[in-house]
């Protein structure tokens, strides 16, 4: 079911343009779209689990193909009267008179009375030959959406931080084969290596150089030194950069996201409804959160949906009573 809505069919006015269609923007747009709000969902078509076979640990969608999860959400939206658009925000900016003005790619141009920016995030890889083009198959990072998936197979983890040793113990639930692979980061101290040792976990020195398949699968990397440790699954920290390109007009306040300890990442500061620093902007999903899984960013675009149409009530009522005729 096609759900976009041509060029023409787009007004020029809505009361919320939702910027980004995955899980958190399109939950948001329901809640809006629900209460009777007028709602376009601009989308680039790019969502970050694209590669994955499926959505896990989504109560009632377990296994659900990603993009398949994204067709129904957009039936559900358009059922409210929400409109969806295929294109990418290059500008956004606030208008003095209130509001926002939003430009397309494609040279549409928008206003809105508040903004829900739900962009998601982008996952830098490691720099080894042939990891990327894994990405999401057989190199993964979640032990929650992809561990059943490679249960009891070798398991490979890459070490680019001090969080490490935090995922090989992580991802030894999943399998009695985990191994250690010492591309970078700080070297291991003896409490680390006794906790390994303990679970089973091997250790492999030197850096990763590249990756080998067989037969469009994984099967093992080689390390600097050339040797070759045989794998089926191999898992990486990514550093999750927050989308907000097109958006820096907006001003929203951009921070280092953290892992005990460990900056990972960016994020955009938002408070625990999903308001940003930008009075009539909010965020939801991985740009705003960028641990949580799918449903947990459906849950953050519910909450900021909910307090997206809150403020509008808000103003109305005010203008509503600047406009009752004096006693």
Same mark, same amino acid.
């Given at each position: 079911?096609?759900?976009?809505?041509?060029?023409?069919?787009?007004?020029?006015?809505?009361?919320? %343009?939702?910027?980004?269609?995955?899980?958190?923007?399109?939950?948001? &747009?329901?809640?809006?779209?629900?209460?009777?709000?007028?709602?376009?969902?601009?989308?680039?078509?790019?969502?970050?689990?694209?590669?994955?076979?499926? %959505?896990?640990?989504?109560?009632?969608?377990?296994?659900?193909?990603?993009?398949?999860?994204?067709?129904?959400?957009?039936?559900?939206?358009?059922?409210?009267?929400? $409109?969806?658009?295929?294109?990418?925000?290059?500008?956004?900016?606030?208008?003095?008179?209130?509001?926002?003005?939003?430009?397309?790619?494609?040279?549409?141009?928008?206003?809105?009375?508040?903004?829900?920016?739900?962009?998601?995030?982008?996952?830098?890889?490691?720099?080894?030959?042939?990891? &990327?083009?894994?990405?999401?198959?057989?190199?993964?990072?979640?032990?929650?959406?992809?561990?059943?998936?490679?249960?009891?197979?070798?398991?490979?983890? %890459?070490?680019?931080?001090?969080?490490?040793?935090?995922?090989?113990?992580?991802?030894?639930?999943?399998?009695?084969?985990?191994?250690?692979?010492?591309?970078?980061?700080?070297?291991?101290?003896?409490?680390?290596?006794?906790?390994?040792?303990?679970?089973?976990?091997?250790?492999?020195?030197?850096?990763?150089?590249?990756?080998?398949?067989?037969?469009?699968?994984?099967?093992?990397?080689?390390?600097?030194?050339?040797?070759?440790?045989?794998?089926?699954?191999?898992?990486?920290?990514?550093?999750?950069?927050?989308?907000?390109?097109?958006?820096?007009?907006?001003?929203?306040?951009?921070? $280092?996201? $953290?892992?005990?300890?460990?900056?990972?990442?960016?994020?955009?500061?938002?408070?625990?409804?999903?308001?940003?620093? %930008?009075?009539?902007?909010?965020?939801?999903?991985?740009?705003?959160?960028?641990?949580?899984?799918?449903?947990?960013?459906?849950?953050?675009?519910?909450?900021?949906?909910?307090?997206?149409?809150?403020?509008?009530?808000?103003? $109305?009522?005010?203008? &509503?009573?600047?406009?009752?005729?004096?006693?």
């Amino acid at each position: 079911m096609d759900t976009t809505a041509p060029h023409n069919a787009i007004a020029d006015h809505y009361e919320v %343009v939702v910027i980004g269609g995955g899980a958190a923007g399109l939950s948001g &747009a329901l809640a809006l779209s629900r209460a009777r709000r007028s709602v376009l969902v601009v989308d680039e078509g790019r969502p970050r689990n694209a590669p994955a076979a499926g %959505v896990h640990t989504f109560l009632t969608r377990e296994g659900t193909p990603p993009a398949q999860l994204l067709e129904i959400g957009r039936a559900e939206i358009t059922g409210y009267g929400a $409109q969806v658009r295929t294109g990418r925000v290059v500008h956004a900016r606030a208008r003095d008179e209130g509001g926002f003005d939003v430009h397309l790619e494609d040279g549409a141009a928008l206003t809105a009375d508040r903004l829900l920016v739900a962009t998601g995030l982008v996952d830098e890889l490691p720099p080894i030959p042939g990891l &990327a083009e894994r990405w999401g198959r057989d190199v993964l990072h979640c032990p929650y959406c992809h561990g059943w998936e490679v249960r009891d197979e070798a398991i490979g983890v %890459v070490a680019t931080n001090a969080m490490a040793v935090h995922q090989a113990l992580l991802w030894r639930q999943w399998s009695s084969r985990v191994t250690l692979l010492q591309h970078g980061g700080a070297d291991l101290d003896r409490g680390e290596r006794d906790r390994l040792r303990a679970r089973g976990v091997g250790v492999v020195a030197g850096p990763v150089s590249r990756v080998l398949t067989e037969d469009d699968r994984l099967v093992g990397v080689e390390t600097a030194d050339g040797a070759t440790v045989e794998l089926r699954a191999l898992v990486v920290a990514t550093y999750l950069r927050a989308r907000v390109r097109g958006l820096e007009g907006l001003g929203l306040k951009v921070v $280092q996201a $953290q892992a005990m300890g460990q900056v990972v990442g960016t994020q955009v500061e938002t408070d625990a409804m999903g308001a940003t620093n %930008v009075p009539g902007v909010w965020a939801a999903g991985n740009a705003a959160t960028p641990f949580d899984q799918v449903v947990g960013g459906a849950a953050a675009g519910l909450r900021a949906g909910a307090a997206i149409n809150a403020d509008l009530v808000a103003e $109305q009522t005010r203008r &509503a009573v600047e406009a009752l005729p004096a006693a």
